[in-house]
């Protein structure tokens, strides 16, 4: 059932320079039809419009160099876009509020991959640098924007999932296989 419809033009990027490590996450936002990607030769967010397959043009990420954005993430509920940094700031944007300032959040070196928890609203990060930790940032209520759950992983973490259904945190651990994490306990 898929249509090709073809190739979207990226100014800035060439057939050569474009390559698999030219991006990292991206995340759809289905109130606005936005597609968000990680753009590493921008070293910004990628937005591009799903209805008319164009770009709109990017998100700036302060002080973002190397392989940075790592992560985005969209909040549909809440019109909020999560950008990872691959270093030590988790930024988010208020999509209300275009070209208003992220709200910067210090969380563990290394912070990449992302998933949000619609239930309680918060987003769990996790870090790729010694020592790791699954980190918990409210996203509204009283502690929005602020670190709120700091949870010490055995290994690396890869793929934060939260399952809905059963309201538990899943990720992938390379070194010791899938860890579960149960938010109202920590």
Request: charged share 10%.
């Amino acid at each position: 059932g898929l249509i090709y419809r073809g190739l979207i033009p990226v100014p800035r990027w060439t057939t050569t320079g474009a390559t698999a490590e030219s991006v990292d996450l991206s995340s759809f936002n289905p109130v606005t039809q936005i597609l968000y990607y990680a753009d590493h030769v921008a070293h910004a967010v990628l937005a591009i419009d799903t209805k008319t397959n164009w770009v709109l043009g990017w998100v700036p990420v302060p002080n973002c160099t190397g392989s940075c954005p790592s992560g985005v993430l969209v909040i549909p509920d809440l019109q909020k876009l999560v950008v990872t940094d691959r270093a030590t700031t988790t930024y988010i944007y208020d999509l209300n509020l275009p070209g208003a300032p992220p709200v910067a959040v210090t969380v563990p070196s290394g912070i990449d991959e992302l998933d949000y928890d619609p239930i309680h609203q918060r987003i769990y990060l996790g870090n790729t640098t010694s020592p790791y930790f699954l980190t918990g940032i409210d996203m509204a209520g009283a502690n929005a924007n602020t670190v709120v759950a700091s949870i010490p992983l055995p290994g690396s973490p890869e793929q934060a999932r939260f399952n809905p259904v059963d309201g538990l945190t899943y990720l992938t651990i390379p070194s010791v296989g899938v860890v579960v994490i149960d938010p109202e306990g920590g």
